[in-house]
């Protein structure tokens, strides 16, 4: 059986910096193996939390595990953290309250969410309490969600894992790059994949630039209607 070349998560690789420790590279691996589990499982892959471009899934389902295995070494999160504002976290638990009974099928997808969820929070809170700013890099939170993690409590956590905007598949406004991201993993070349991987980092850069400005913004008053 021939050896596998993929690299080790604590492997050295050009652009890992000092941030991101081998030990965290580790989970955030294991989190992206099980983000991949979800998104090419024909029964949650059309999920919002775990939807990814069609034409990437059909390419990672089909690929041997080895390149599953090659994404899943991207040295960030394939998916990012989005924590909601406290007045929208409220309207949600009351619109939940309200909903009452939900379907079997609700219900499941509601507990895939929650377990996922759970695990990516973990994740993330020792991040930020142990290295500022490397949530930020691995999970794309924003400086004041970074903060509030590190104050969740266990019973916040478990509430919040299954909020319906939590997780979200990374790159939105690239979906190109999933299909780049396919291509390398299931091609023979390491230096693609090393490319890759940092062409995936500067998009993600960008987004946030793009995401900062737009806050900055001030917000339009609609106009008054003519008579």
Known sequence: ???STLPAPDAPWALQGNLLSPGVRRDIADLNRLFLG??????????HWFQLPGSAVERLATAPLEARERAALCPVALFELVLPAADLELTWRLEAVADGDVDGLELSRGETRRSFGLVALGVARRLAEGVPLSSRIAFGLLPACEARLSALSPCDAFRLASWPGLVRPRWAGHARFWDVLADAATGPSSETMRWTYATGLCLLGQCERQQGDAR???RRRPRPAHR
């Open 1 to 3: 059986m021939a050896q």
């Open 38 to 47: 979800r998104a090419l499982d024909p029964a949650q892959r059309t999920d």
């Open 216 to 218: 900055l913004l001030p």
